[in-house]
């Protein structure tokens, strides 16, 4: 029976195992359409008012709210046939099901994504406990304890890169735990290529996915689509770079109770527009180039700070970057940086912008350093922080 008009119904989630499960097996239970739309809230999170508003129609099994990284979250409506499509996608590139590890919290798209995958083959997902946070020796601790549940061994977990990150800095059990998975993917940010050729040399199998709530989660792993999953340009400039537009099988209904602005990302023919802008490499594969709205003009010059956050990056010693333009009267606007060190690497902010300075007008005006880059949700850079950091 597909699941009628109605209210969702607010599973709340508190970073335990426990909660997870439960909210398991409600999601699979509304994917069938045997049950009501579920909408999981995280510890101590309201329902977004949108996301109470107006009917769901039918076959949604899941209203997930977005980050707010541009500004107030939006209630995202997922059918069970879109989830179904993501799930069937990500085990066809991966060579089949498997079972998973949530390491990530339930209430994100991608927390549900885990559970669903999880499910499809058969084994509930493992869960590592997170109410006291993200620690390398609790992540090997819940795939030790799902190798004794019965429930079959742990083959795949989906991380953000400050997880993966930390487990290689711990280099302990953790390190090996994640050395045994055969699919690590890493998502909910962009990954530094340092980082990532770091845990490829220690012997984890990354995958980079690209996509969002409103694609049911990553739908582009290292560059590909996923099966049934197209990627299109909006507005290319001489360098092929446009916003980027999802579409296929896993795009989400739309929105529930958002404006008419926000609705018209979602276009004819199951596509999303997102706010990022992208190209295809020499390689054939998706680069992203970072947010359109992040995109800085400086003295008539477009800056992408995806770029010159790379830069940063391949500089010794630093571990983290965040670039932002801050106003400028001269320039209307000059690029800034923040970066963060390796650990026990004592870096000097001039030093690090003169290994950039040939960028010219794209290279930092002004870097300062930090003990960590501000971030927001589940790893993303927040960039209203910095900005406000150099307002100050």
Known sequence: MIADRRAVEIVPTDGSAAAARALAARLVTAAAGEGPAVLPTGPGEPAPRAALTGPVPPGVAAVVTTSGSTGVPKAVLLSGTALAASAAATAARLGGDGRWLLALPAHHVAGVQVLLRSARSGSPAAVMELRDGFRPDGFAAALEAAARDGGGPVSRTSLVPTQVRRLLDDAGAGLDALRALDAVLVGGAAADPGLLARAREAGVRVLTTYGMSETCGGCVYDGVPL??????????????????????????EGYRGADDAAAADFLPGRRFRTSDLGRIDRDGRLEILGRADDVIVTGGEKVAPAAVERALLAVAGVREACVVGVPDAEWGARVVAVVAGERGASLDAEAVRAEVALMGRAAPREVRVLEAVPVHGIGKPDRAAVRELFAR
Do not use: I, K
Not at 227 to 238: A, H, I, P, S, W
């Open 227 to 252: 099966d049934r999953v197209t990627v299109e340009f909006e507005g290319q400039d001489e360098t092929g770079a446009g916003r980027v537009v999802l579409g296929g099988a896993t795009v989400a």
